[in-house]
């Protein structure tokens, strides 16, 4: 039997960055599955546009044109979609741009400048927009946030900026729905992989026709959207997001080595159980990777009443 269809009839939604590339895509699905939807993108032609493809298909939507980079601009964003579409429901944290330059051609100026303008948009974006929201969620004891990280977090040369800060992202993620929990709110993080208008040429790569077949916005809004929706049981999860294939990221731990009188050479000589993942565990939480990881460290059970290794 053919499960039911998806919708989000009655919510109101607000994606940032939406006037192009993966943000349009998230907001065109969701207007498409029934919610009213608020365009956020300082390229106003650029947003008033996408509202025209949802009006124009019968959906709900309204534009808007502030920057999320400052307080005020969030602030502004949060009062016009109440406004205009009353309660907001969701939020999908997704503006953003990019600035490759290598850290080895930093100055202490240009470098102290882009980490800047990359923290401004990408770490303290999503909470501008989130301060004042977050209390009405809390009220109201329903809300779904998905920030936007990127695979750039494994390491990619040139993106030391970018990078430092989807990361952070993450960790947000991560104590937003920690707290958000006793509260009907979920917080999660996707890495979406997608090619766009602004992505290179990969015609020519070994990958580049599967690429451009495959890893596309339209591929990838399906799993940021069925992350905003209510019946989406994880909260406090990182996704990556490659076109059609979705999987979650594991922040894992190892068993590692106690020693109660370290040296460092007892570290190099116990190394290979250091960085073996073979037993890991993961961790839900601070308290829970102390309380399942390094608390039975101190104390183990005996061999009788071992338990096996938790695994997610």
Request: hydrophobic share 40%; glycine share 10%.
């Amino acid at each position: 039997m053919a499960s039911s269809p998806l919708r989000f009839d009655g919510r109101t939604a607000i994606v940032t960055g939406a006037g192009q590339g993966l943000g349009r895509d998230y907001a065109l699905l969701l207007a498409e599955r029934g919610a009213r939807v608020v365009v956020n993108d300082i390229a106003a032609q650029a947003a008033d546009g996408v509202v025209d493809e949802i009006t124009a298909a019968g959906g709900t939507a309204v534009a808007d044109h502030h920057s999320v980079t400052t307080p005020e601009g969030g602030v502004a964003l949060a009062e016009q979609a109440q406004e205009a579409l009353g309660p907001v429901h969701i939020v999908i944290n997704n503006a953003g741009v990019n600035r490759a330059a290598e850290f080895s051609a930093m100055t202490p100026e240009s470098g102290s400048e882009l980490f800047g303008e990359m923290i401004a948009i990408h770490l303290l974006g999503p909470c501008h927009v989130l301060w004042p929201l977050w209390p009405a969620m809390v009220e109201q004891g329903y809300g779904r946030v998905v920030n936007i990280a990127s695979g750039a977090v494994w390491g990619l040369r040139g993106q030391a900026a970018y990078a430092a800060c989807k990361a952070g992202v993450m960790g947000l993620t991560r104590t937003l729905a920690r707290e958000g929990r006793y509260h009907g709110v979920q917080v999660n993080c996707a890495l979406p992989w997608a090619v766009t208008d602004q992505s290179p040429d990969r015609s020519g790569e070994e990958f580049g026709p599967i690429i451009d077949t495959h890893i596309t916005p339209e591929n990838v809004a399906p799993a940021v959207i069925w992350l905003a929706h209510e019946e989406c049981p994880s909260t406090g999860e990182s996704f990556t997001v490659d076109g059609p294939r979705m999987a979650r990221l594991g922040w894992v731990a190892s068993q590692g080595h106690t020693d109660l009188a370290p040296t460092p050479e007892s570290y190099r000589d116990h190394w290979d159980e250091v960085i073996d993942l073979t037993n890991f565990t993961v961790p839900k939480s601070t308290n829970d990777h102390m309380r399942n990881t390094v608390m039975p460290a101190f104390a183990p059970p005996s061999p009788s009443t071992a338990e096996p290794i938790r695994r997610q």
